[in-house]
């Protein structure tokens, strides 16, 4: 039986989601849970990886099974085997043709900033304070220059390798509550870094640190160098998956 | 000359704000920071002592000084020399005659709910979780109960000693947002445990424990058996502290 979960997490104690060796990442402690609950090894494929200090609200993962544990049961009983920085929200059956990287059809990302005097406490973990005034007007128009199908060539980290460095972006926008600024990216794929470099060339336009157009520049010119800085980490969230038969959202139910 | 500071933390890993022998408090970590700023041996007075795990967004406290440190700027320098998880959001100079305990004249809490199926990761620290729907409307109608002058007797733990039960409420009532319930109050002043108690008692009568009426019936007996139990630390914020010339509010900008 295929089981897909979807999972929230707070990654600020992980290395990330994938498994790797200097650290202990989100996939690793659900397969420990898996083992104990299932006694089987079991191999997690996540909807793709997220960095050391990466949140998600929705990441999805599928494996395979032979326990007799009810599909929409693994939920409550992998949460007890979780820390509680780690959810199982969801858990159901998928068919067998469910890979939730291969499959998947659109994700969301948000990145958060905090524009303040001092750095509130309670966001310390889950978004990039900045100590200056961010021009909401100018980021957003930066944002607006990302839809569509584009070579993202200039947002991926130097020295990675893909077959393409192609993808289309469905919405890409900035909202403000107070004074948190939120970037919201969907896009039918993401190059590493992709989210973070964007979100790094808007808030250095929004400083007015580098001069507004860096983004259709930098798509234009397909030059890491025409874009801006990498934004940290612990500002991004993988916020929403869909497949052509499951949206996360509908499970999380908001 | 005497300054006054608003001070929001995030208190898990604390053992509260007053200083004690058994862990690290708040109050603990600013007097150390103050010594590191100013090499003077500071005793800093808070509005009121927050339990192990209780946060603040506005916690109001005063110190006397002798450096020549301009009174805004302790906020800063005092931010460079403390933990991420307490900020000081603003410094200012105060009369003489300022006590942050003594001269407070009304404060607000709120205690956070969540009810769900699993618990949200990023609100595991802020709130309490409950696997159980919640009768708003039942909650709503406690609430209205505790609006006025009473004898709180019934809500504070027992053992605590007090001059006069008696408090005057200003306010007392309940928020829902998605699955996030969250009870508002404030006073002129509260017993040990008094919100902890309060809510409880309401979250008891919304989860059908315990009989609607219970809060009247608590304050009218003045029995601590007759509220319910005392919620966890956790889901527990000082909000807001309002003095005759001061109201932190207006300093937090919200």
Not at 1 to 8: F, K, N, T
Not at 146 to 152: A, C, I, K, S, W
Not at 173 to 182: A, G, I, M, R
Not at 184 to 192: A, E, M, R, S
Request: proline letters at 3%; charged letters at 25%; a neutral charge.
């Amino acid at each position: 039986m295929r089981i897909r979960m979807v999972i929230s997490y707070d990654g600020t104690n992980y290395v990330g989601w994938q498994t790797q060796p200097n650290g202990i990442t989100v996939q690793e402690e659900i397969e420990k849970a898996l083992f104990k609950l299932t006694g089987e090894k079991t191999v997690l494929h996540g909807s793709g990886r997220t960095d050391s200090g990466v949140h998600a609200r929705a990441q999805v993962a599928h494996f395979d099974t032979n326990s007799r544990i009810p599909a929409d049961k693994f939920s409550f009983a992998l949460n007890t085997h979780l820390p509680k920085d780690i959810r199982i929200m969801y858990s159901g059956e998928a068919d067998s043709e469910f890979h939730s990287r291969f499959t998947a059809k659109r994700k969301t990302y948000c990145y958060t900033v905090q524009s303040g005097v001092h750095e509130d406490p309670f966001m310390r973990n889950t978004s990039l304070f900045i100590h200056s005034p961010l021009d909401f007007d100018a980021m957003q128009k930066e944002a607006q220059a990302v839809v569509g199908t584009h070579d993202f060539a200039a947002f991926r980290s130097t020295g990675t390798v893909n077959k393409t460095t192609v993808r289309t972006v469905f919405e890409s926008y900035w909202t403000k509550k107070e004074n948190l600024f939120v970037y919201t990216v969907c896009g039918d794929g993401f190059l590493y870094n992709m989210v973070r470099i964007l979100a790094g060339t808007m808030i250095d336009v929004g400083m007015g640190r580098i001069e507004a157009g860096a983004v259709r520049r930098a798509l234009e010119s397909a030059d890491r160098s025409d874009a801006g800085a990498t934004a940290p980490s612990h500002g991004l969230m993988l916020k929403r998956v869909i497949y052509p038969d499951f949206d996360t959202e509908e499970v999380l139910g908001k």
